[in-house]
């Protein structure tokens, strides 16, 4: 493991969501593909959506670096992790340049000019210089001010140009470069114009969900050629190629310490929101993940030990999980059979005993944790949750204290008493929220998702149970070879 990473980097910022962070993070990476360079993705903060879209650009995974639930070691682990083999980062902010993302784990952490948790705060974490996206739609020499008072703000230096995103016109485009370069002394690297044609509708919880738009490559596309067209290419490179060295703390990794077992994880369209950190500590920790398909497959895997069902159910996607019977079946006999199953978020839905979706349709679900959900648009849960186990389950003894993040439009109709809860539950402000989840015995069902890059014994744990589940299916078939019955001649 590289003690010191000099990788080519940036970070891409800007005012507030909705300013076109993505388009020109998607344009950029996709033109940095084209001229050869394998670029690895990150998106600050915990979201998922924007991270899809960013790995299918990139045709890498993309990592998350979240600073409430990693803290500052961690988010450069996650660097270290994703940029091996890489020839460039390139990190899409989240929110605006200085708005807080949660809280940074140490809460003194922040630099000069950085808010906790903020993409600048990121961005001094992992030593990378900052482009400040600008919507260039509504305004024009007033772009200027912004910029100055940005650069003002940047005590750090971060902030290197500008890319001026929906110019109106050529005219504008000129008028604004040589009111940011003669007021706030910043070059402007690239002046894109609007793109109708580009189509990645925004929701109100966000973009539209990758396996939900059709017209994603031919977006991408068109981004690609608009930053070729419209960016200096060649000067952002040579601004990446700045970054300065950046020391890294050494990866956390956990042994193995035993057999290999296969824990089958959920992945399709409905089954799609996972940091890769996870899967990959699970591998290191001694798990061969074998994929399937609740929405496409008649029954699981062969020869699995443990289950883990992730999140990006959305309610599209509920009829055809709660019509294919076969695999209901096929998941509900290894619950019965005691195979351990870590829900989250979507895979909570799944195990419900039903849900409602908006339409006022009420779907059966596999109905292993006895509760009943309602999707509804005005039952927003969202933010970071500061959790303690409640009772010791496979994620660690009672007490044991984890971080995780909260974004699902579930509400509890029923059955909230029927099983022992997971955690207790408070917000990144402190505020307690009450119990969240379900366990029983090897079942950990939760709303919340889990970054494992925060402790890897967490994986760890996870393989230990499916382990020991191999262990006691040993012991019962040697106990069945050893009996007086199984030596009866008939």
Known sequence: ???????????????????????????????????????????????????????????RPCRNLDPWMLGEKGVRRALARGGSGADCIVVEG????????????????????????????????????????LDAGGMGETAAAVALGIKQFDLAGSVIGVILNNVPSDVRRRGIEDAVWNLARLPVLGALPRIDAVRIPELRSGLLPLTQNPHVDEAIELLRRAVERDCDLELIERLMARAAPLSLPPLRRVPSGGDTVRIGVAF????????????????????????????????????????????????????????????????????????????????????????????????????????DIALEASSLHSGYRDLRVASTNMLGAAGTRLR??????????????SLQPAYTMHDSDGEPLGCEGWTEG????????????????LARRFVDAARARTAARRDLDLSDELSPAAHATV
């Open 1 to 59: 493991m590289l003690d010191e990473m000099g990788t080519p980097r940036l970070v891409v910022a800007g005012l507030g969501s909705g300013a076109g962070k993505t388009s020109i993070t998607l344009g950029l990476v996709a033109a940095l593909r084209a001229k050869g360079r394998a670029v690895q993705t990150f998106k600050v903060g915990a979201d998922f959506i924007d991270a899809a879209y960013l790995a299918h650009a990139s045709r």
């Open 442 to 457: 090897p079942l950990v069902a939760s709303f919340i998702h889990l970054h494992f890059g925060q402790d890897p014994s």
């Open 268 to 371: 399709d369209d409905a089954f799609c929101f996972y940091y890769a950190e996870n899967l990959e500590m699970l591998e290191e920790a001694g798990a061969e993940v074998v994929t399937f398909s609740p929405l496409e497959d008649h029954s699981l895997p062969r020869d699995l030990e443990a289950l883990y069902l992730g999140g990006g159910v959305s309610e599209m996607y509920v009829p055809r999980l709660s019509a294919n019977q076969p695999f209901l079946a096929s998941f509900r006999r290894a619950h019965t059979q005691g195979m351990p199953i870590y829900a989250e978020c979507g895979g909570l839905l799944y195990s419900a005993r039903s849900v409602r979706t908006s339409d006022g349709a009420t779907h059966p679900m596999a109905g292993i944790v006895p509760v």
């Open 94 to 133: 989240a929110m605006g340049l200085y708005d807080r993302h949660g809280m940074a784990a140490d809460g003194d952490s922040a630099g000069a000019g950085t808010f906790p948790g903020s993409t600048a705060d990121v961005a001094r974490m992992i030593g990378a210089p900052v482009i400040l996206v």
């Open 404 to 417: 995780g993040h909260e974004f699902h439009f579930g509400r509890l109709l029923s059955g909230t008493d």
